[in-house]
């Protein structure tokens, strides 16, 4: 489907007065030293379907991530009916994901120097990534379960395996072999864990899921890199994560 058919001329102000006030525009396209921003590297939609996503990402709150939080994205940027056919619900969580990315190395990139250690970089860097999905906290349940579908695990693991990647890149870590992905899979595992437990924090300004997050960083940082420990810390809030999806109707312990 051409987008140029689907949006009407008189409704391009319309949209662009949107896009401009959408929270989820990437804040800066500043390149973090030689590396490409998440978006850059791996949408490879037009112009027309990142505006429609990004708007919609604002219906997610009342919608949830279903087809309906984009057909209400399409009518208010005046595009026609059939425009939101061209993105599904796990487009619109993938969307978000490489959004939040984006917006966490950017929000890092001029603090992390401040900080000495390692583990205060990293605490720092999980923060401002959960904060990014504060706004849709009510609804991620339903992004991880949808997520979690056969399907869409490879799109999943993709993604949680990336944004590990870019959080020990950003602390200056040159692990390699065993190490590297021992490292990555325990920190993916660490702030899965946390993730889900801010689901469920009904802890003043979330101080709950912060203590949380430290608590799995700190045992991150005492675990020696040889794989099979942490290889059990991963499996671990694996486990947890299906529990937690399970205890809210989202999938099936079978």
């Given at each position: 489907?051409?987008?140029?058919?689907?949006?009407?001329?008189?409704?391009?102000?319309?949209?662009?007065?949107?896009?401009?006030?959408?929270?989820?525009?990437?804040?800066?396209?500043?390149?973090?030293?030689?590396?490409?921003?998440?978006?850059?590297?791996?949408?490879?939609?037009?112009?027309?379907?990142?505006?429609?996503?990004?708007?919609?990402?604002?219906?997610?709150?009342?919608?949830?991530?279903?087809?309906?939080?984009?057909?209400?994205?399409?009518?208010?940027?005046?595009?026609?009916?059939?425009?939101?056919?061209?993105?599904?619900?796990?487009?619109?969580?993938?969307?978000?994901?490489?959004?939040?990315?984006?917006?966490?190395?950017?929000?890092?990139?001029?603090?992390?120097?401040?900080?000495?250690?390692?583990?205060?970089?990293?605490?720092?860097?999980?923060?401002?990534?959960?904060?990014?999905?504060?706004?849709?906290?009510?609804?991620?349940?339903?992004?991880?379960?949808?997520?979690?579908?056969?399907?869409?695990?490879?799109?999943?693991?993709?993604?949680l395996a990336r944004m590990s990647s870019e959080?020990?890149?950003?602390?200056?870590?040159?692990?390699?072999?065993?190490?590297?992905?021992?490292?990555?899979?325990?920190?993916?595992?660490?702030?899965?864990?946390?993730?889900?437990?801010?689901?469920?924090?009904?802890?003043?300004?979330?101080?709950?899921?912060?203590?949380?997050?430290?608590?799995?960083?700190?045992?991150?940082?005492?675990?020696?890199?040889?794989?099979?420990?942490?290889?059990?810390?991963?499996?671990?809030?694996?486990?947890?994560?299906?529990?937690?999806?399970?205890?809210?109707?989202?999938?099936?312990?079978?």
């Open positions: 489907m051409n987008s140029k058919t689907i949006l009407s001329r008189t409704a391009f102000h319309r949209a662009s007065v949107l896009i401009k006030t959408s929270p989820y525009q990437l804040r800066t396209h500043k390149k973090i030293g030689h590396r490409l921003l998440a978006t850059s590297q791996s949408n490879k939609q037009s112009d027309f379907e990142l505006t429609l996503l990004d708007h919609a990402l604002t219906k997610v709150p009342e919608h949830g991530w279903t087809k309906a939080a984009l057909a209400q994205a399409a009518n208010d940027l005046g595009y026609s009916s059939a425009a939101h056919g061209i993105a599904e619900p796990i487009t619109l969580i993938s969307h978000f994901m490489d959004r939040a990315l984006d917006n966490t190395l950017v929000e890092v990139d001029d603090q992390l120097h401040e900080l000495p250690s390692e583990h205060q970089q990293l605490r720092l860097i999980c923060r401002t990534r959960l904060r990014q999905t504060l706004p849709l906290v009510k609804r991620w349940p339903e992004a991880a379960a949808i997520l979690a579908q056969p399907k869409n695990l490879p799109l999943a693991m993709s993604q959080f020990w890149y950003l602390t200056g870590d040159q692990a390699t072999r065993i190490n590297w992905y021992a490292k990555r899979s325990g920190l993916a595992a660490a702030y899965l864990a946390s993730e889900m437990y801010m689901c469920e924090d009904g802890s003043p300004e979330h101080c709950d899921t912060w203590a949380f997050l430290d608590r799995r960083l700190e045992e991150l940082m005492e675990m020696q890199v040889a794989g099979t420990k942490t290889l059990d810390f991963a499996n671990q809030f694996t486990r947890n994560f299906y529990n937690i999806l399970a205890s809210r109707g989202f999938i099936s312990r079978n």
